[in-house]
C-alpha cells in the first residue's frame, strides 16, 4: 500500500468532486438516491445537520446502497468521508444506522470493506462499525428493559456475528498489521470502546486475544505511545472483570508489566487504570500472592505520597494497600515459597537461604506427595532460566541437609541426572550450586557445607 494513500485524511477525500451523475445512468445509483446526495454533497455543515434531522434514515440508505454497490475505490473512500465526518460532527448520529428501513446494510458493507483497498478504507470502516454497533448494544439494553425481548433478540444474533467477524479483523491488525503506524493504535482504541460488552471479550478471548496485548504494556515515552499505552491498559481493565481473560492473564507476563509501568509512570489516567486492574486482580487466584512477591505494597505506597487529584485513584490505591497488607498477614511463609516455585520463576528471595525457614518448613515438602519437591526438579530439566536453575539447585540441596531423609528422597526422585547435567552449564552461578547439590547428595550435608566453606 502506497503511503500517500496510508495518510489520506477525511478532509482531503471530501476535496473530490464525485460524477454521481454517472452512476445514475448505469443505475448503480436511484433517481432519489442521486437528489438526496446532491442536495447533502458539498453543503455547509449546519445544512447537513438540517437534512440528518430531517431525514437521516434515508441518507444513510444511500450511503449504506453506494458502498454495497459501487466498488470504485475514490467513491468508496468518499463516502466512507461523508460518514465518519457525519458520526465526528455527532457521534449520537450512529443510532440512525439502526432505523428499521436500514435492515442489514446498517453493518455489512463496512465489514466486506475491512479487508479491502487502502488503508483509508480499511481504518474508517473499522471506526464507524465500532461506533454502530456501540450504538446497536446501548439501543439493545433500553429495549431489553422496555420489554420488547423478541426482536431484540434477533438483532442481538445479527450483532454477535457482525462483533465477530470485527473482533477477528482487530486481532489480525495486532498480528500483521496492514499499516506500519497506524494498524494498532486504532486497533488498540476500538477494543477500549468494545470491551466494556461481555460478548466482545468472549469473542476476544476465543480469538487468543490477550496475548496480543500484553507486549504492548510498556513505558512510553511519547504523546502517541502514552495514549496506546493508556487504552491497552483500559483493555486490560474491562478484561479484568471477566473470569476466562483473568486465567490468560495469569499466564502471562501482564502483572509484572503493569507493576514495571505504574512505578515508572507520572500520567494520572495511567497510573488510575492500572491501579483500578490491580485492585480487581488482588483477590484473584495467585494474582494476590505474586503482586506480595513482586513489591507491590512498596510501589503503592510511593504512589500514595504522590498529589493526584483523582478521588477514585486515591480511594483505590487505599483499597490496594490495605488488601496487600491483609494479603501478606494471610501468606505464610511456605504459601509464598510454593507460589514461587509452582510458577517456574525463582530468585534468590530471603528465604531460600534463611536456616529458620527450612528448619521450620522442611515436613511441607511432603505434601501432596513431595509435590514441590517434584516441581523443583521438573524445573532443573525444562527452565531456560540461569537464575531460576541456580536457585532450583540451592533449594533441593537445603532440603537434604534440613530433611532426615533428604538424601534418600532426592535419590528416588531421580534429581542427581538433572543435577549432574547442569555441573557443565555456562553459567558459573547454575554450576556452583549444582556442585553444591551433588555434593550434599554424595558426601552429606555438614561435609558438603565444610568444603563449602
Given at each position: 500500500?502506497?503511503?500517500?494513500?496510508?495518510?489520506?485524511?477525511?478532509?482531503?477525500?471530501?476535496?473530490?468532486?464525485?460524477p454521481?451523475?454517472?452512476?445514475?445512468?448505469?443505475k448503480?445509483i436511484?433517481?432519489?438516491?442521486?437528489?438526496?446526495?446532491?442536495?447533502?454533497?458539498?453543503?455547509?455543515?449546519?445544512?447537513?445537520?438540517?437534512?440528518?434531522?430531517e431525514d437521516?434514515?434515508?441518507?444513510?440508505?444511500?450511503?449504506?446502497?453506494?458502498?454495497?454497490?459501487?466498488?470504485k475505490e475514490?467513491?468508496?473512500?468518499?463516502?466512507?468521508?461523508l460518514?465518519?465526518e457525519?458520526?465526528?460532527?455527532?457521534p449520537?448520529?450512529?443510532?440512525?444506522?439502526?432505523?428499521?428501513s436500514?435492515?442489514?446494510?446498517?453493518?455489512?458493507p463496512?465489514?466486506?470493506?475491512?479487508?479491502?483497498?487502502?488503508?483509508?478504507?480499511?481504518?474508517?470502516?473499522c471506526?464507524?462499525?465500532?461506533?454502530?454497533?456501540?450504538?446497536?448494544?446501548?439501543?439493545?439494553?433500553?429495549?431489553?428493559?422496555n420489554?420488547?425481548?423478541?426482536?431484540?433478540?434477533k438483532?442481538?444474533?445479527?450483532?454477535?456475528?457482525?462483533l465477530?467477524?470485527?473482533?477477528d479483523?482487530?486481532?489480525?491488525?495486532?498480528?500483521?498489521?496492514?499499516?506500519?503506524?497506524?494498524s494498532?493504535?486504532?486497533?488498540?482504541?476500538?477494543?477500549?470502546?468494545?470491551?466494556?460488552?461481555?460478548?466482545?471479550?468472549?469473542?476476544?478471548?476465543?480469538?487468543?486475544?490477550?496475548?496480543?496485548?500484553?507486549?504492548?504494556?510498556?513505558?512510553?515515552?511519547?504523546?502517541?505511545?502514552?495514549?496506546?499505552?493508556?487504552?491497552?491498559?483500559?483493555?486490560?481493565?474491562?478484561?479484568?472483570?471477566?473470569?476466562?481473560?483473568?486465567?490468560?492473564?495469569?499466564?502471562?507476563?501482564s502483572?509484572?508489566?503493569?507493576?514495571?509501568?505504574?512505578?515508572g509512570?507520572?500520567?494520572?489516567?495511567?497510573?488510575?487504570?492500572?491501579?483500578?486492574?490491580?485492585?480487581?486482580?488482588?483477590?484473584?487466584?495467585?494474582?494476590?500472592?505474586q503482586?506480595?512477591?513482586?513489591?507491590?505494597?512498596?510501589?503503592?505506597?510511593?504512589?500514595?505520597?504522590?498529589?493526584?487529584?483523582?478521588?477514585?485513584?486515591?480511594?483505590?490505591?487505599?483499597?490496594l494497600?490495605?488488601?496487600?497488607?491483609?494479603?501478606?498477614?494471610?501468606l505464610?511463609?511456605?504459601?509464598?515459597?510454593?507460589?514461587e516455585v509452582?510458577?517456574?520463576?525463582?530468585?534468590w528471595s530471603?528465604?531460600?537461604?534463611?536456616?529458620?525457614?527450612?528448619?521450620?518448613?522442611?515436613?511441607?515438602?511432603?505434601?501432596?506427595?513431595?509435590?514441590i519437591?517434584?516441581?523443583?526438579?521438573?524445573?532443573?530439566?525444562?527452565?531456560?532460566?540461569?537464575?531460576?536453575l541456580?536457585?532450583?539447585?540451592?533449594?533441593?540441596?537445603?532440603?537434604?541437609?534440613?530433611?532426615?531423609?533428604?538424601?534418600v528422597?532426592?535419590?528416588?526422585?531421580?534429581?542427581?541426572?538433572?543435577?549432574?547435567?547442569l555441573?557443565?552449564?555456562?553459567?558459573?552461578?547454575?554450576?556452583?550450586?549444582?556442585?553444591?547439590?551433588?555434593?550434599?547428595?554424595?558426601l552429606?550435608?555438614k561435609?558438603?557445607?565444610?568444603?563449602?566453606?
Open positions: 500500500m502506497p503511503m500517500d494513500q496510508a495518510e489520506l485524511t477525511t478532509e482531503q477525500i471530501l476535496k473530490r468532486d464525485i454521481w451523475e454517472t452512476y445514475t445512468s448505469t448503480l436511484s433517481g432519489t438516491g442521486l437528489q438526496l446526495i446532491k442536495r447533502y454533497d458539498k453543503k455547509p455543515q449546519d445544512s447537513k445537520a438540517q437534512l440528518l434531522d437521516g434514515p434515508a441518507y444513510i440508505r444511500v450511503f449504506t446502497t453506494i458502498l454495497q454497490e459501487i466498488f475514490d467513491t468508496v473512500e468518499y463516502v466512507l468521508a460518514i465518519d457525519m458520526l465526528a460532527e455527532n449520537a448520529r450512529a443510532r440512525l444506522f439502526h432505523d428499521k436500514v435492515g442489514s446494510a446498517a453493518y455489512e463496512f465489514l466486506r470493506l475491512l479487508w479491502k483497498g487502502s488503508w483509508f478504507i480499511q481504518e474508517k470502516s471506526n464507524i462499525l465500532t461506533l454502530i454497533i456501540s450504538a446497536r448494544l446501548k439501543a439493545q439494553d433500553a429495549a431489553l428493559m420489554g420488547e425481548a423478541s426482536d431484540s433478540k438483532k442481538l444474533n445479527t450483532a454477535e456475528e457482525v465477530r467477524g470485527l473482533v479483523w482487530l486481532c489480525a491488525q495486532l498480528k500483521q498489521p496492514s499499516h506500519p503506524s497506524c494498532i493504535p486504532t486497533a488498540i482504541s476500538c477494543l477500549s470502546k468494545l470491551l466494556k460488552e461481555p460478548y466482545v471479550r468472549s469473542s476476544f478471548v476465543q480469538a487468543d486475544g490477550v496475548k496480543l496485548l500484553v507486549p504492548l504494556i510498556s513505558p512510553a515515552s511519547t504523546q502517541q505511545s502514552m495514549q496506546l499505552l493508556y487504552e491497552t491498559c483500559l483493555c486490560i481493565w474491562l478484561l479484568s472483570f471477566y473470569e476466562p481473560a483473568i486465567d490468560y492473564l495469569a499466564t502471562s507476563r502483572l509484572q508489566r503493569l507493576i514495571e509501568v505504574v512505578r509512570s507520572t500520567k494520572e489516567k495511567v497510573v488510575r487504570v492500572i491501579v483500578l486492574t490491580l485492585k480487581n486482580l488482588l483477590s484473584k487466584g495467585t494474582f494476590g500472592a503482586m506480595v512477591d513482586l513489591g507491590l505494597l512498596q510501589v503503592v505506597q510511593n504512589l500514595k505520597a504522590q498529589a493526584w487529584s483523582d478521588e477514585d485513584l486515591l480511594e483505590a490505591l487505599n483499597q494497600d490495605e488488601g496487600l497488607k491483609e494479603k501478606i498477614k494471610k505464610s511463609s511456605f504459601d509464598k515459597y510454593k507460589q509452582l510458577l517456574g520463576q525463582l530468585d530471603p528465604m531460600h537461604k534463611d536456616s529458620i525457614f527450612w528448619r521450620d518448613n522442611v515436613t511441607n515438602f511432603e505434601e501432596n506427595d513431595f509435590q519437591l517434584r516441581v523443583l526438579i521438573t524445573i532443573l530439566g525444562t527452565s531456560s532460566d540461569a537464575r531460576s541456580a536457585v532450583a539447585c540451592y533449594d533441593l540441596s537445603q532440603f537434604i541437609q534440613y530433611h532426615p531423609a533428604g538424601r528422597i532426592v535419590t528416588d526422585l531421580k534429581a542427581k541426572e538433572q543435577v549432574m547435567k555441573m557443565n552449564h555456562d553459567n558459573g552461578e547454575v554450576t556452583k550450586n549444582a556442585l553444591l547439590c551433588i555434593q550434599r547428595l554424595f552429606g550435608a561435609y558438603a557445607s565444610f568444603l563449602q566453606a
